[in-house]
């Protein structure tokens, strides 16, 4: 495996490309909005800076992992030469679906493709191809620079080779791979993460406590590394929201998305990356 395309450039999707990048692959990314392609870049290169200033990484090392990665604004170009296509665009599964049928018809044949999707387990996404032995779930943390694992699932339709693929891929970045060998919504940390937040959610709505004690609880009683709430601003409150709407339109228990969110998205807060959701950033 030596070349990756990674498809979506936003928050995730950029990260993927450059942690990729950073362990030698030659990495496409491609974004079907040119200016967040763009845009991209320059906030990979703020996170860097901070990464950096913590002694994480060399400023040689990120300009290496730079000449690696190669932005394009042509679906075709990007994933022609793949041996691996990692999907990170928005938590909607119709375009997902749509999308997959494209990376079928351009990428070749023996190509693995994968889904960082939050929820949406890949045989729904592999019925859209030709191709379904080579279709798997690859979901990554945020941030995936510091975060260390990586969940692989296993459909019943993906061949054991390709998970294996996939397997050796997450060591290959430095990652330590977390196999599902059967697939399930949510997979492993996102099922028991939407159960805390959804309870995080119904204290502040009943009126129990504040944004700031709910977290709190989290972080001092639980010695959870980030609270609910300030973890659902770094997520982004309208990927956050794509994906509790996604699980209940997935799963029968599932609880819709909570109002309170709804409102948020209506007032154009989406967290950290509009400087408002839960709290104020600077
Ligand atoms: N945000 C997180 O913490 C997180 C963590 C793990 C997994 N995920 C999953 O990763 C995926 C991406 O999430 P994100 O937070 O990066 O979202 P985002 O909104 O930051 O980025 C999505 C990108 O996809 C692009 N896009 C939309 N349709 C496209 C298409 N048809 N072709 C190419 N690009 C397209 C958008 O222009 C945007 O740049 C989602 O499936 C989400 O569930 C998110």
């Keep these: 495996m030596n070349q990756i395309s990674v498809i979506g450039a936003g928050l995730m999707g950029s990260q993927i490309a450059l942690c990729a990048a950073f362990a030698g692959f030659k990495v496409h990314l491609y974004d079907v909005d040119e200016q967040r392609l763009q845009t991209s870049q320059q906030q990979l290169a703020k996170q860097m800076e901070k990464y950096i200033k913590k002694g994480l990484f060399s400023k040689t090392q990120f300009d290496q992992a730079n000449d ?7 679906l075709s170009k990007a994933i022609e030469q793949a041996d691996l296509v990692i999907e990170a665009i928005v ?17 070749p044949p023996h190509a693995i493709l994968a889904t960082n ?31 260390s694992v990586v969940e692989v699932v296993k459909g019943a339709h993906t061949s054991n080779e390709t998970a294996q693929a996939a397997v050796d891929f997450v060591k290959r970045i430095h990652k330590t791979p977390l ?16 159960k805390v937040m959804e309870e995080a959610m119904f204290l502040l709505e009943e009126g129990i406590a504040t944004v700031e004690e709910i977290d709190l609880a989290c972080t001092k009683a ?21 994906i509790q709407k996604t699980q209940f339109e997935l ?5 819709e998305p909570s109002p309170l969110l709804k409102e948020k998205l209506a007032h154009g807060q989406l967290g950290r990356k509009t400087g408002q959701g839960f709290y104020t950033y600077q």
């Design 222 to 242: 639980l010695n959870h590394p980030i609270g609910p709430f300030a973890l659902m601003d770094l997520t982004g409150l309208d990927t956050a929201y794509a």
């Design 117 to 147: 999707s939050s929820m949406i387990v890949s045989s729904m996404l592999a019925s859209s191809t030709t191709r379904p032995d080579k279709v798997c779930n690859l979901h990554f943390f945020n941030p995936v620079f510091l975060m």
């Design 179 to 194: 196999l599902l060998q059967k697939e399930i919504t949510g997979f492993i940390a996102n099922r028991i993460l939407t």
């Design 251 to 255: 799963e029968n228990d599932a609880k």
């Design 68 to 74: 690696n990665l190669i932005l394009e604004t042509s």
């Design 91 to 107: 938590e909607d599964l119709t375009l997902k679906r749509n999308l997959f049928q494209q990376l079928d018809e351009f990428a």
